[in-house]
């Protein structure tokens, strides 16, 4: 199965990302990105996939993915079952680390760091321990608060000498920067309007690219044609707002681009499985 591309942006004024996500259970979602990921996982026992390697996990792991690296946790065990399973992830790029070095020499070993990361790293329980109460912190804190954090507990990994590598190939880069950069722009601009109608020839125009082209660069690049993307990001945008608001099922739908309730329901349930109204229950 082809891992599916995921456009990560960063929220204005922040030079890396920080995902706080509690679930009743953490669904398959075979996916990569060009950033670096570390995951701390909590409360949950499943198992994890990277690359071509495939391992059990449980409450406490920690992983630093490379970039492009396919991976995802799939669990549906909860260790303390009244609680929600929590996954705490830190995004940032490889730019972000070569700044770091060149402007604080002091922090050459977080690039190092990085270079052990491409094929995956699973850290010791020891350098876990010491991580969790550095993470668990930052959900309350603000951005310029986070950073210091941030830049310890990289340190502190940096130093776990009993890290094991994961996946037995690194991914290669999926594009060179200017391809990178072009894709960003139409991602982006897809990201910030999909509730609207997006004509093909408007993104193409994005990516200076003809109609024609920009079909074969988009699907080279995603796995996916502009019609599925899409319909991905209206689906996974209703199921946020189903997990997390008491809105109605049509206003959810509208709100997520469908103009028509029934077609909505059709393209839920051939993306999920279930309808909206079931995905609603099943999670709250």
Known sequence: ????YEHLTLSPG???????RQLPELPFLWHYHPEFELTLTLNARGQRYVGDHLADFTDGDLVLLGPNLPHTWSASERIAPGQQMLAIV????????????TSLP?????????????????????????V??????????????????????????AQDEQAQPLASVASASIAVDTQRQR????????????QTALPVELLAERAALSVGAFHRF??????????????????????????????????????????????????????KGVSPREFKQRYR
Not at 1 to 4: A, L, N, T, Y
């Open 218 to 271: 988009f699907k080279r690049h995603t796995q996916l044609t502009v019609t599925a993307y899409l319909a991905q990001l209206r689906i996974g945008s209703a199921c946020q707002q189903l997990i997390q608001t008491d809105k109605a099922i049509g206003v959810i739908a509208e709100e997520a681009g469908y103009r028509n309730l029934a077609h909505f329901n059709r393209q839920f349930r051939a993306a």
């Open 183 to 194: 894709m960003g722009r139409v991602l982006d601009y897809m990201h910030a309007h999909f």
């Open 14 to 20: 922040h030079s890396w990302q920080l995902l706080w």
């Open 132 to 157: 969790r109460p550095l993470m668990l912190r930052m959900e309350k804190l603000g951005p310029a608060q986070r950073l210091p954090l941030l830049l310890e507990l990289l340190l502190l990994l």
């Open 106 to 130: 002091e922090l050459g070993g977080l690039l190092q760091l990085g270079k052990r990361a491409d094929r995956g790293l699973q850290f010791s329980a020891e350098a876990a321990a010491r």
């Open 90 to 101: 830190a995004w940032f790029s490889r730019d972000w680390l070569v700044q770091l070095q």
């Open 1 to 4: 199965m082809r891992p599916q």
